[in-house]
């Protein structure tokens, strides 16, 4: 059993940044470390989609729309994700959510102001 908790959203203007984290814990927390990561986000009315990957050998994959302004990186000896966010736009305001495996968190609100 692993569950996995992201914090770090909020309200912010656009330009400004925001970091996202990912905790893993449970009994399993430990394929979390051995484990491809990724960050989705749902927006209204939209589909959810994949932002940003990192897997158990630090390669790391972006969408397009994102390349450039935000960077994911883990600390295993944490069992986290994070996702920093720089620059941002009022079209990343969304739902974002910890993916692994089969496991999703229960996702933290980013909300972008013009």
């Known amino acids: 059993q692993v569950q996995l908790v992201e914090s770090g959203g909020g309200l912010v203007q656009a330009g400004e940044s925001l970091r996202l984290s990912c905790v893993a814990s449970?009994?399993?927390?430990?394929?979390?470390?051995?484990?491809?990561v990724g960050w989705y986000r749902q927006a209204p009315g939209k589909q959810r989609e994949l932002v940003a990957a990192?897997?158990?050998?630090?390669?790391?994959n972006y969408a397009e729309s994102v390349k450039g302004r935000f960077t994911i990186s883990r600390d295993n000896a944490k069992n986290t994700v994070h996702l920093q966010m720089n620059s941002l736009k009022p079209e990343d305001t969304a739902v974002y959510y910890c993916?692994?495996?089969?496991?999703w968190g229960q996702g933290t609100q980013v909300t972008v102001s013009s």
């Open positions: 993916h692994f495996q089969l496991n």
């Open positions: 449970g009994s399993s927390r430990f394929i979390f470390r051995l484990s491809t």
């Open positions: 990192i897997t158990r050998g630090d390669s790391t």
